[in-house]
């Protein structure tokens, strides 16, 4: 069964500053991989999704995310952080069930932005 | 476009109550809908899942159980609450006999049980 790991509670980033959020994933085969992101009390929207081809993959508000297969990561990174980007973040692995998609999450990573 | 409803958006209920949360996608046919619970601190755990009207997936035992009536509808209930079953409730949906989709969430329900 896969299972995603992420070993940041939370993460404190100044304003302006780059940040990386990691996830780590046990999956036996290739992976389709997940970062969603979350206002309190809201529900869950996708930031960027990796199926197959780039590892380097674009998504909303700046973020990028890069899958290694050799480390089992995807890791979520954004060169400049916006108070407004203080939010919880999930990182997700889906599984290759035939017809559907069932996504395991990690435990959520949250972010504070200070000043 | 495809959306989402879930109602209600907060709901505080007694121990031994009965709960009804309902799901509804718009846009999009035949879609795979699923209810995840969120508990305080924790991850987003899978409870059920549907490829279709009338088929039911549980991932946990638990409480709870899980009905579709119509294509683009999702039911979550419960015939007693009990005060574990306090959480935040996300329904959500995939295309339906696709593997490369992503999962579009609700905004969820807040349950509170007393």
């Known amino acids: 069964a896969q299972s995603v790991t992420q070993p940041d509670i939370h993460i404190t980033v100044s304003e302006g500053a780059s940040l990386e959020l990691r996830c780590n994933y046990s999956?036996?085969?290739?992976?389709?991989l997940f970062w969603y992101v979350q206002s309190p009390g809201q529900g869950l929207q996708l930031l960027l999704k990796?199926?197959?081809?780039?590892?380097l993959v674009q998504g909303i508000k700046g973020f990028e995310a890069e899958f290694k297969r050799s480390q089992s990561s995807f890791n979520l990174r954004k060169p400049s952080v916006h108070w407004s980007d203080a939010a919880e973040y999930f990182c997700?692995?889906?599984?290759?069930?035939?017809?559907?998609?069932?996504?395991?999450f990690g435990t959520g990573t949250r972010l504070l932005v200070s000043p | 476009s495809q959306t989402i409803h879930q109602w209600p958006a907060t709901l505080v209920q007694p121990v031994g109550s009965p709960l009804s949360l309902e799901c509804t996608v718009e846009?999009?046919?035949?879609?795979?809908l699923y209810w995840y619970r969120q508990a305080a601190g924790r991850g987003l755990q899978l409870l059920f899942y549907?490829?279709?009207?009338?088929?039911i997936s549980s991932e946990v035992p638990q409480n709870l159980s899980a009905s579709r009536p119509q294509d683009r509808q999702f039911i979550l209930s419960s015939k007693k609450l009990l005060l574990s079953d306090s959480g935040f409730y996300l329904c959500?949906?995939?295309?339906?006999?696709?593997?490369?989709?992503?999962?579009?969430f609700g905004q969820g329900t807040r349950l509170t049980v007393v």
């Open positions: 846009g999009t046919s035949n879609p795979n």
């Open positions: 959500a949906w995939t295309y339906g006999g696709q593997r490369d989709t992503e999962a579009f």
């Open positions: 549907s490829v279709g009207i009338g088929q």
């Open positions: 999956y036996g085969a290739t992976p389709y």
């Open positions: 997700a692995v889906g599984s290759m069930n035939t017809g559907f998609q069932k996504l395991v």
């Open positions: 990796y199926f197959s081809g780039d590892t």
